[in-house]
């Protein structure tokens, strides 16, 4: 029998109309501004606080990562479908996928297998436009400093040499990393380094994710740091008057968007990948949207727990006064393979001491879980060479550390794989659920709080600041900005910030290349080792295996 591929999967499936899904969540088809048949997007006024606090959010993370993912897309997708199936109103709230993955190396961000989101291609490519709209606000403030610059009578007598402010692009471009502008004469402006970062990393994306309306969302972007002025004062995307013009073009964006799983299930996607390079978590709106709507809600942030978790947990529940009662730690036996020593050839081949040598990678992200006084459910994503003595070796050694760990077969039956999940994840939050309490407090020193994530989460013996990083350091302090909590930037491919480090590294220093400031977001960002913000295409991109035909039926797409 011939295997389907997930887009002929997502392909093979009739959708439900949008209106039915809404009426899923008691939303009046009224409310919706419909992209077709099958999107749509939820205006804010949805949101009820009151109902937010009451029901119940859960989080799915990830050990640290093989580079083609553990699959908590797959699993979020998967839980939510299976609590449905045992009468627990559920909703997901997933990111939306960028492009650069999508035509790179990982792949789209809709599920996999009977677990997935659709419209498959929809969501995957273009979907409502929000990236667009993000990328464009973003480039219309570049447009308008480097304007400034080169208008002397309106000047703001803004140093070049300081901008801070890059262009962004959502496509993989190594290129773009660092280039020169305003060449060719006086009327193309005033020459000057600059650079693009990849659309997900723009200040914008986070300010949206972590807007809590749409007053908030235009303050925000008002108070983008750009740079310094000749005699050193701080100029403002305010100063500019560039907040309403760049809140014009996300008038749309701010708003989730709305549509299902396979299982007809309702789905929000809005904002947020990228945890290794920001904050990588969907919005805050998105987040409370679904409370507002469903008893439960699940959601999911980026990479391992190392990165999109601390930063969900340390960064935006603190922010949006949420409190997870749950958090779903995906595993898969091949990158525990990978974290033992096995090598490239040798991961898709049973081997239960490999699998035992690298436990103790999920071993330190249950520790890490645990420390925000959250208790976690590992889910062994299941693959077709996982060999039931490997799995069965991850439940017991689960077992002795206190977590329930369960075979999470969403990928080949859908909802009906991931029951036992799901009761796993409702035998928490109806008997152990805690109150999360944060890893620091954000009013601590910024190098105590850089210090705090990577010696409690990362494993590290200390932190290195380089030069550079000092010099930001006295700027954020001048600024103001000390009681802003940490976005690191690290690499997703070990706790360290070296990623050939597998396993659970020991005795490393993390190394500070440098802090950026993302003022409108409320946060500071510190680069660690070789960490890029733009990052670029593998040696064969997954772009050459796409193809679409006469008829605008595409294949190849993941």
């Not at 749509?40 to 949101?47: E, R, V």
């Not at 060719?184 to 659309?199: K, L, Q, S, W």
């Not at 299930?265 to 679904?290: D, E, V």
């Not at 062994?380 to 206190?402: H, P, R, Y």
Request: aromatic share 6%.
């Amino acid at each position: 029998m011939k295997h389907l591929t997930d887009i002929e999967i997502a392909q093979n499936t009739k959708l439900l109309h949008i209106k039915k899904i809404a009426k899923k969540l008691n939303i009046d088809a009224d409310d919706l501004e419909r992209f077709g048949k099958y999107k749509a997007k939820l205006p804010l006024y949805l949101i009820d606080e009151e109902k937010v606090a009451k029901n119940n959010l859960i989080l799915v993370t990830a050990l640290t990562p093989t580079p083609a993912g553990e699959g908590k897309t797959t699993v979020s997708i998967g839980l939510t479908d299976g609590l449905n199936k045992i009468n627990k109103h559920a909703t997901v709230v997933l990111r939306e996928p960028s492009l650069g993955p999508v035509f790179g190396i990982k792949g789209g961000a809709a599920g996999g297998g009977y677990s997935q989101v659709v419209p498959m291609e929809d969501i995957n490519l273009h979907f409502t436009g929000d990236f667009n709209a993000i990328e464009k606000a973003n480039n219309l403030l570049s447009a308008l400093i480097d304007n400034n610059l080169q208008c002397v009578p309106c000047s703001l007598n803004l140093d070049p040499r300081t901008v801070l402010w890059k262009r962004v692009i959502d496509m993989n471009d190594r290129a773009l990393r660092q280039i020169t502008i305003g060449l060719g004469g006086t009327a193309n402006g005033i020459p000057r380094e600059d650079g693009f970062n990849i659309t997900p990393a723009s200040e914008v994306m986070a300010i949206l994710c972590m807007a809590s309306g749409f007053e908030d969302l235009k303050k925000r972007l008002g108070d983008i740091f750009i740079g310094f002025t000749f005699d050193k004062k701080p100029i403002f995307a305010r100063d500019i008057k560039a907040e309403n013009a760049m809140a014009i073009l996300l008038k749309d964006a701010i708003m989730p968007n709305l549509v299902q799983t396979l299982e007809e299930n309702p789905a929000i996607i809005h904002g947020g990948p990228f945890a290794n390079i920001a904050q990588g978590t969907n919005s805050i709106l998105a987040t409370k949207m679904g409370l507002s709507l469903s008893n439960y809600v699940v959601t999911e942030a980026g990479f391992g727990a190392d990165l999109g978790a601390e930063k969900f947990l340390n960064i935006k529940c603190v922010a949006a006064g949420l409190n997870p009662k749950a958090v779903v730690l995906v595993a898969t036996i091949r990158a525990l393979r990978h974290h033992g020593g096995a090598t490239k050839e040798e991961l898709n081949t049973p081997n239960i001491s490999y699998v035992e040598k690298g436990f103790p990678n999920i071993e330190k992200h249950i520790e890490n879980i645990r420390k925000f006084n959250i208790e976690p459910v590992v889910a062994i994503n299941a693959f077709t060479n996982d060999s039931e003595e490997e799995i069965q070796l991850v439940k017991d050694k689960c077992a002795a550390l206190g977590v329930h760990a369960v075979l999470s077969e969403g990928w080949a039956k859908g909802g009906e794989g991931t029951k036992d999940l799901a009761r796993a994840v409702v035998d928490i939050v109806e008997n152990k659920a805690t109150q999360f309490k944060p890893l620091y407090d954000w009013k601590s020193p910024i190098v105590e709080k850089i210090e705090t994530i990577a010696r409690e989460i990362y494993g590290a013996d200390g932190v290195d600041f380089d030069k550079k990083a000092k010099l930001n350091l006295k700027r954020i302090d001048r600024l103001g900005y000390n009681d802003f909590p940490i976005c690191m930037a690290k690499t997703q491919k070990s706790f360290s910030d070296n990623e050939f480090l597998r396993g659970r590294p020991k005795g490393f220093i993390v190394q500070v290349r440098e802090i950026e400031i993302a003022a409108g977001a409320g946060f500071v960002i510190p680069i660690l080792g070789k960490i890029m913000r733009m990052p670029g295409l593998p040696r064969v991109p997954a772009s050459e295996h796409m193809f679409i035909d006469k008829d605008g039926k595409i294949s190849g797409l993941s």
